[in-house]
């Protein structure tokens, strides 16, 4: 046993391996699972650390088995509560395979995504990349080069990838609208860069196609609150009786502004939302929205980056589908 700095003894590895009367080798391969290891030996082991009280280091563990128990995660915006559910979900089930989540912010900033994703893959085990915003043919470059690596809402080459049907779930969305009469709608569209933007605009452009009796107009805005609330004079010129919001976020920023102009919700317009968080429902009326499944999206990204880690041939790509869920925020067409 060695001394401490505060006077107290402090067990080490060989300590435990004098009371198991085996090499230090031996313990850290028991220790750490090894199964080379003899049962009986591994039990010994097992048994002279119960009984010193020993606590391997995590340090010292790390170094053992070449891995630092942390994987990163990147995501474009941390104040985006849909990224936040990801997050949780992700990070308990990390956490039940004894690793720690890493977790960095792009800031909606393709150059800081970039850099992010690079430098936080060469101090962990891995990396996940959450709706990443780079082009696809600079994702498609850069993953080989970041394995072991797992996406989340985008897709390239063999990386493994989970991610939630946005173009269905807007589908249904509009389908919504149109059966309650609603033939003039906009919609505020998100991040020019986004993919999930990119799949709402061909939902759109798909159901126009389909019910040329709807005209759904599109309004540049952003993916926060006050992107939806500066996009509430635009909406209310625009003639519209009802109004697709990007996500969430976007929909409670316009619900708050137009009732601010005496716009009456859902009487003379009606408002959707996406992604479905906490708040959706709590707003005045409940936000009519599509519910995205995020933590079940977190815990099967890390189901797949623990069967890298292990070796073991990941899951195959999953894809969730938001379900629609109407509440007060919409009702039929003035």
């Known amino acids: 046993m060695t001394r401490r700095n505060d006077g107290a003894t402090r067990v080490t590895i060989a300590d435990v391996a004098a009371r198991a009367g085996v090499s230090l080798s031996t313990v850290s391969r028991a220790l750490n699972g090894n199964p080379t290891v003899d049962p009986a030996l591994a039990e010994r082991v097992k048994d002279a650390a119960a009984a010193l009280d020993y606590t391997a280091s995590p340090v010292?563990?790390?170094?053992?088995?070449?891995?630092?128990?942390?994987?990163?995660?990147?995501?474009?915006?941390?104040?985006?509560?849909?990224?936040?559910?990801?997050?949780?979900?992700?990070?308990?089930?990390?956490?039940?395979?004894?690793?720690?989540?890493?977790?960095?912010?792009?800031?909606?900033?393709?150059?800081?995504?970039?850099?992010?994703?690079?430098?936080?893959?060469?101090?962990?085990?891995?990396?996940?990349?959450?709706?990443?915003?780079?082009?696809?043919?600079?994702?498609?470059?850069?993953?080989?080069?970041?394995?072991?690596?797992?996406?989340?809402?985008?897709s390239?080459?063999?990386?493994?990838?989970?991610?939630?049907?946005?173009?269905?779930?807007?589908?249904?969305?509009?389908?919504?609208?149109?059966?309650?009469?609603?033939?003039?709608?906009?919609?505020?569209?998100?991040?020019?860069?986004?993919v999930a933007n990119a799949a709402r605009l061909d939902a759109i452009a798909e159901f126009v196609a389909a019910h040329p009796d709807t005209q759904v107009s599109e309004i540049p805005c952003g993916v926060d609150f006050e992107a939806g609330a500066e996009a509430g004079a635009a909406v209310l010129a625009s003639g519209a009786t009802a109004a697709l919001a990007f996500n969430d976020l976007v929909a409670m920023g316009l619900l708050s502004a137009v009732q601010e102009s005496g716009c009456r919700i859902p009487a003379d317009l009606s408002i959707v939302g996406f992604d479905d968080i906490p708040f959706a429902r709590y707003t005045t009326p409940p936000l009519t929205t599509a519910a995205v499944?995020?933590?079940?999206?977190?815990?099967?990204?890390?189901?797949?980056?623990?069967?890298?880690?292990?070796?073991?041939?990941?899951?195959h790509p999953l894809t969730l589908r938001p379900e629609l869920t109407v509440r007060g925020s919409t009702g039929p067409a003035a």
Do not use: K
Request: hydrophobic letters at 45%; aromatic letters at 4%; charged letters at 25%.
């Open 293 to 315: 499944p995020a933590a079940e999206l977190g815990a099967q990204a890390w189901a797949r980056m623990h069967d890298l880690l292990e070796g073991a041939e990941p899951g």
């Open 156 to 194: 390239a080459g063999e990386a493994p990838s989970v991610r939630a049907d946005y173009r269905s779930a807007l589908t249904a969305e509009l389908e919504h609208l149109h059966d309650l009469g609603h033939r003039r709608v906009v919609y505020l569209a998100g991040a020019a860069g986004s």
């Open 60 to 154: 010292a563990r790390s170094l053992v088995l070449g891995r630092t128990q942390t994987v990163a995660v990147v995501v474009p915006d941390l104040g985006n509560p849909t990224f936040q559910e990801i997050l949780r979900g992700l990070s308990r089930a990390a956490a039940a395979d004894d690793y720690h989540v890493l977790v960095a912010d792009s800031a909606e900033s393709v150059d800081e995504e970039r850099v992010l994703a690079g430098t936080t893959r060469r101090r962990t085990d891995g990396v996940i990349l959450c709706a990443p915003r780079l082009p696809q043919d600079e994702l498609d470059r850069l993953v080989g080069g970041l394995r072991p690596v797992v996406l989340i809402n985008r």
